[in-house]
């Protein structure tokens, strides 16, 4: 099973289908600001946010060809997510993975769990029992409770449970936690302007992937590499071998 990771789409939505062809792709995994916006959204977001190819999707003039699945990003409107979440929207082949959730992908005999934890980490609203507002950027500490009863492979996110660092991926506790209870192949976060392959300790390999413009990873489960192919410096030699 080959699986395409992406990040940060923010609307420009035929870029992965470029990808798909490009890698054979069997799913998509995204992390998060896939660009799920009404059209009239605020106008202070970036043009190249608002300016984007959801509405050819959604109204069926573009279709996906193969089957992706996203966390939801701080930028995705929440209004909308949910009307995907209660089936009152639909994309042929694109699914929004709710926070805390699991979601199973098949080929053949091959199956691949993907815990998704989509949203912003925030001191504060993770310790609300119950987040409010209308439009929810944050995610709370019942959806990382919910992933720690599952085992699963990969591990999506948006953003990852920190110590506030902006100069460097800085863990807290609460990370850490979770990886040592859920044990997955790979941990996926969109958030970072930079690229990463790293292992963190035997427990994960760690990838942060930056917007789609720069490029994307491909999994191959049958040995579980990750290969990088960078747009940014046309290089596609930086790979990471899972456990």
């Not at 609307?11 to 054979?24: A, D, F, M, S």
């Not at 608002?50 to 279709?63: A, E, S, V």
């Not at 699991?102 to 053949?108: A, D, H, Q, S, T």
């Amino acid at each position: 099973m080959k699986i395409l990771i992406i990040g940060n789409t923010r609307g420009q939505l035929n870029r992965i289908n470029e990808y798909i062809i490009k890698t054979n792709a069997d799913f998509v995994l995204c992390t998060g600001d896939f660009g799920v916006l009404y059209k009239n959204d605020n106008t202070k977001l970036p043009k190249f946010i608002t300016d984007n190819q959801f509405y050819q999707y959604l109204y069926g003039n573009k279709k996906f060809l193969a089957p992706i699945y996203s966390v939801r990003g701080p930028h995705d409107n929440l209004s909308l997510i949910r009307q995907f979440y209660n089936n009152y929207l639909s994309i042929p082949n694109f699914n929004i993975i709710k926070d805390g959730n699991i979601i199973i992908l098949k080929k053949n005999k091959e199956i691949v769990k993907v815990g998704g934890l989509g949203g912003s980490y925030s001191p504060k609203y993770y310790t609300q029992d119950k987040l409010f507002g209308y439009e929810k950027r944050h995610f709370n500490y019942r959806a990382v409770d919910n992933l720690k009863e599952s085992q699963f492979n990969i591990l999506l996110l948006h953003d990852i449970i920190d110590n506030y660092n902006k100069k460097k991926v800085d863990f807290s506790e609460k990370m850490f936690s979770l990886l040592r209870k859920t044990m997955p192949y790979y941990t996926i976060v969109g958030k970072y302007n930079w690229w990463a392959a790293v292992r963190l300790f035997p427990l994960s390999n760690f990838i942060t992937i930056p917007s789609i413009d720069n490029g994307y990873f491909i999994i191959d489960t049958k040995t579980w590499r990750a290969e990088a192919v960078r747009l940014d410096v046309n290089i596609g030699d930086i790979s990471e071998q899972a456990k």
